[in-house]
Every structure is written in structure tokens, then in C-alpha cells.
């Protein structure tokens, strides 16, 4: 079942066939802005039997739609995300189910993926409480914009676990070793206010004020150039593997391919003529073709 722009809000596969949790992640496309939604308020939004793949889907689906600009990942009720479901794990751990266990685990690893590699920015609307794979999940995310009702907290170890879902990459990125050190060891909940000021979020708006400001920040982001947007995320993601000198290729490669393009033509017009830039759904080179540096540091 494919996602349509100006589709209404639906579990992801609904109808007879729908996978088992479907309802459980609802989906809409409004224009160039890509929405997913975990639903199941009652139980704080907790991930439980195959909701980590049916969200990779999702995610992998909305990447691949070029009608899509941004994506934007929350929670229905009062919960961005709690984590695993506690009594879910309890049953697996109890009948040693260990290798659902390792499923789920590879599961979140499917998100985590699809969001870094997703060309296009992904915000995380932190509605409220994100605990465990639910505070890394946001982690993974581009953005982060937090309702002054959120908190954040690496959970894992209160009930014997290790962080997954990236998130013993990410935090020691966004706040330093030593601040992730003490996250990941005491395994307290941060609140907005704390997880603004050492950089887990990148800001905190009213919550009745959140929907508005993400719109806001999505319609910008929707409006700005396709292919340095994602170039730019590309740079972000090999930095921290690369020397000064890998980086210095990779911007002559990528400036390069934002040269051949008909947004960069568009852009400087624009300056010059004063007027607003009209940036196109595809960032094509002088021939047709997308302009993008390839893995091996071509232009493919």
C-alpha cells in the first residue's frame, strides 16, 4: 500500500491484510511533508511486537518518495515514546525468547538506518516522555523539537539492559563522553529545560505551541533546496569517520554537484533578480540528471 500525498492519518497497511501492530504507527502526507505517528497513547507509545519494523517500513517508504521534502516522527497522547514495552520483555525474558529478543533489537537497527540514511531531514516533535529505544530514536533524528512537557533518559539499565537503537553512538556526539557516561550509567530522565541546555534537543517551544512551531520548521525545511540539504546530512553522517582532508574532497565533490544543478541556478537568479527563490521537487543537473556524490566519491 503506498503513501499518497494528502492521504489522512491511517495504520500503515490497514485493511484486512494489515500486518498484526499496523495500527500502531499511523501515516499522512500533506503536500511535500511526511508525518509518522506512534499510536498507542494508552501505553505511552511503548514499541511492542513487530512495531520497530512496521516504523523502518514507513520510514524506508517516505525516503524513497520524492514528493517528500521532510519527515516528521512523534507520539499520539501525552508520550513521544516509552521504550520497550515492559511487560512485553518480561514475558520474552521469562520464556527466553532470546532470539525474538536479538530480532527486535536488529528491528530498531532498521530504523535507526533508515533515518540516517534517509535523504531528506527528519524531526523529532518530542511531545513528552521519551525513555529507552524511544529516547534513541529520537536521538537519530536530524532535529529534535521538544514540547517544555518532555523528557529524555536512557532507561535501559533499570531493567538490566544495554542502550540500542544508536544509542551509544549518538549521545557521546551530542552531549560529550562524559555527560553520555553519566546518562547512560544513572539512566535518569532528563527534562526539557536540562536536555535543551547540554544539547539533546534543539529547543523547547509551549506545548501548546509544538505542532505549530514543527509545521513552521518543516515548511522551511520543504522549501529549501533538495540536493544540499541532503549532501549537507550526508557531510554531517562522515564526519566523524573522516579526517579534515576526507571532508575537503567531499565538499569539492558536493559543491560540484550543487553547481550542475537547476536549483543552483535558480538560487543565484534569484539574488540577483530580488526575488524569492522557487526551488524545484528534484535538484537536476545541466543534462537531467540528480546531481549526487556517490559512495566511491563520484558524481553519479
Known amino acids: 500500500m503506498g503513501v499518497g500525498a494528502g492521504d489522512a ?5 490497514s485493511g484486512p491484510d494489515a500486518a498484526p501492530g499496523a495500527e500502531h504507527i499511523l501515516v499522512e502526507v500533506d503536500g511535500p511533508i511526511g508525518r509518522v505517528t506512534l499510536n498507542r497513547p494508552d501505553k505511552l507509545n511503548a514499541f511492542v511486537g513487530d512495531m520497530r519494523d512496521r516504523i523502518g517500513e514507513v520510514l524506508e517508504r517516505l525516503g524513497g518518495d520524492e514528493a517528500v521534502r521532510v519527515v516528521v516522527v ?3 497522547g501525552r508520550a513521544f515514546c516509552a521504550g520497550a514495552d515492559v511487560r512485553y520483555m518480561t514475558d520474552m525474558v521469562e520464556e527466553e525468547r532470546f532470539e525474538e529478543a536479538r530480532a527486535l533489537v536488529e528491528a530498531g537497527r532498521r530504523v535507526t538506518m533508515a533515518i540516517t540514511r534517509m535523504p531528506k531531514p527528519v524531526i523529532a516533535a518530542l511531545n513528552g516522555p521519551a525513555a529507552g529505544g524511544g529516547a534513541n530514536l529520537a536521538l537519530a533524528c536530524d ?4 514540547s517544555e512537557r518532555a523528557s529524555i533518559g536512557q532507561t535501559f539499565n533499570r531493567i538490566g539492559l544495554h542502550p ?3 544509542g551509544t553512538w549518538f549521545l557521546p556526539r551530542l552531549v560529550g563522553p562524559a555527560r553520555a557516561a553519566e546518562l547512560f550509567f544513572l539512566a535518569d530522565m532528563v527534562d526539557a529545560a536540562e536536555a535543551e541546555r547540554i544539547g539533546l534537543v534543539n529547543r523547547v517551544v509551549p506545548h501548546e505551541r509544538l505542532e505549530a512551531e514543527v509545521e513552521e520548521l518543516a515548511e522551511r525545511l520543504a522549501a529549501k533546496p533538495a540536493l544540499p540539504i541532503r549532501l549537507a546530512k550526508e557531510a554531517l553522517r562522515q564526519t ?3 579526517d579534515l582532508e576526507a571532508m575537503l574532497d567531499f565538499e569539492v565533490r558536493a559543491q560540484d554537484a550543487c553547481f550542475r544543478s537547476s536549483d543552483a541556478r535558480e538560487g543565484v ?8 527563490a522557487r526551488f ?7 543534462d537531467g540528471e540528480e546531481g549526487e556524490v556517490a559512495e566511491d566519491g563520484s558524481r553519479a
Open 164 to 166: 540500542d537503537w544508536g
Open 269 to 276: 537568479r534569484a539574488f540577483v533578480e530580488k526575488r524569492p
Open 9 to 13: 492519518p491511517a495504520g500503515v497497511g
Open 143 to 146: 532535529l529534535r523539537i521538544a
Open 280 to 286: 524545484g521537487r528534484r535538484s537536476s543537473g545541466p
Open 240 to 242: 566523524w569517520g573522516s
Open 74 to 76: 512523534t507520539g499520539a
